[in-house]
């Protein structure tokens, strides 16, 4: 309970968690359900409930039960689907009389990329020259494993609608992770890598989830290393039409073209991710001010830029920011002071709101921000070192310490969120 007191100190009116698939279905659609499990999710929901915050609820964030791995590979296998499916009715059918938001997979393409291309993170599957790993292949099997990623995904939005959501009066969605893709230079060959680069991350998930089929700058490139969805499958995919898109964005990067130009190797330049270099600058300029945290690069602008791209290529979805925040990386000179200190993440969250408020102008139609984080947590494998928290935990005794961000935050709820639900009243 002392978590969601911190959510009522902030202002803030609904609460982003997912459901562990281990916790409720240890050994999958065959082997029991945990009840324990069930159990604590509705006392997480009730509390939430009770205090006046809703829920929003991710089916799945990267972790799935080891027996799966173990008997089919995991999502390279069909199999992937009907257990899936199985975990989504499960949670509909237990939890949807509260859950009003919905969302089945969280950043499928992330998650994909770091699994079966790089191979950084389990099942830690990839080839040369993407990564080193053991076993896999990097320019299949991230193919094969998003397209039973989003047939798992279309089939769960289908059970919903068709068996819960009249009845529930819920929505549901999908959550995809966005970077602003910004061309090296204003030429032709440079604007239609970037454009590639939009296509083998975010597009790849989000394209067939709206429209039934992948971009066809993957189609043109890849070939048949690519799945093609059979009729039957894309007729799930335009019956299964979710309510909104969630997207979690933190970062820019430059895009300089490899498919007809001479480029060096690095992320992004390889078939299948596009034959995209991604850089985080040119020379002596820098896509925004870059950080301790090597991957995220302070563009607010890009944010606006993806924003009014999404608006353009999806219209009329709606859009709900699912994650969006700063992440500060510890080093062991780093004291306490400096990290209940973030000036740093204020200005960032001031920034990419104001980006935010700038694309609502421009037309975009976003429902919801979700801060990313509210506590510091475990983040994969940078485990404690980086902490994008409001508050700061010590991880000894677990003491929840508001930053100076979180006091900012407040107020920015206070003055924008709360006055503009008074005018509304």
Same mark, same amino acid.
């Given at each position: 309970?002392? &978590? ?109 990329? /770091? ?110 290393? /690519? ?49 995209? /270099? ?13 950080? &301790? ?45 400096? /990290? ?73 709820? &206070? ?11």
């Amino acid at each position: 309970m002392e &978590d969601v007191d911190l959510m009522i100190s902030l202002g803030v009116k609904s609460y982003r968690f997912s459901i562990s698939w281990s916790r409720v279905l240890p050994r999958g659609r065959f082997g029991g359900i945990n009840y324990s499990g069930i159990k604590y999710y509705n006392i997480v929901i009730d509390a939430l409930i009770s205090r006046g915050i809703k829920p929003f609820v991710t089916l799945s964030h990267m972790d799935y039960p080891q027996a799966f791995e173990n008997r089919f590979q995991g999502w390279l296998s069909p199999e992937m689907q009907k257990e899936f499916v199985y975990l989504a009715d499960l949670c509909f059918k237990h939890f949807g009389n509260r859950v009003k938001y919905w969302t089945t997979i969280n950043e499928p393409n992330q998650q994909l990329i /770091l699994s079966y291309k790089t191979g950084i993170f389990p099942p830690a599957r990839c080839s040369s020259p993407y990564g080193n790993c053991s076993q896999g292949n990097s320019e299949t099997e991230p193919f094969i494993a998003a397209h039973n990623m989003i047939l798992a995904h279309a089939k769960s939005v289908n059970i919903y609608q068709t068996k819960y959501q009249k009845e529930q009066n819920g929505s549901i969605g999908i959550v995809v992770q966005t970077s602003w893709f910004e061309p090296v230079s204003d030429s032709t060959v440079d604007k239609a890598a970037a454009e590639r680069a939009q296509s083998f991350y975010s597009n790849w998930i989000l394209d067939p989830i709206m429209y039934g089929a992948y971009p066809k700058e993957m189609v043109n490139i890849l070939g048949p290393a /690519l799945p093609r969805f059979l009729t039957n499958e894309v007729n799930i995919l335009k019956n299964s039409k979710v309510d909104f898109m969630g997207i979690n964005h933190y970062t820019s990067y430059f895009i300089r073209d490899c498919l007809v130009s001479a480029c060096n190797t690095g992320s992004g330049a390889f078939k299948a991710e596009g034959f995209a /270099l991604k850089l985080d600058r040119i020379g002596n300029v820098t896509i925004g001010e870059l950080t &301790d945290v090597k991957w995220q690069h302070i563009d607010p602008e890009g944010f606006r830029k993806m924003l009014d791209y999404l608006k353009n290529r999806y219209p009329e979805m709606p859009i709900f920011i699912t994650e969006n925040g700063f992440g500060d990386l510890q080093k062991p000179e780093t004291t306490v002071k400096e /990290l209940l200190h973030d000036t740093k993440r204020i200005q960032y969250m001031s920034g990419y709101l104001e980006a935010l408020q700038a694309a609502m102008r421009d037309g975009v139609d976003v429902k919801g921000y979700f801060a990313w984080s509210l506590l510091d947590n475990f983040e994969w494998l940078d485990g404690y070192k980086v902490r994008f928290g409001l508050f700061h935990v010590d991880h000894t005794t677990l003491k929840r310490t508001p930053k100076q961000s979180a006091s900012w935050y407040k107020r920015f709820i &206070d003055e924008h969120v709360n006055a503009r639900d008074l005018m509304d009243n």
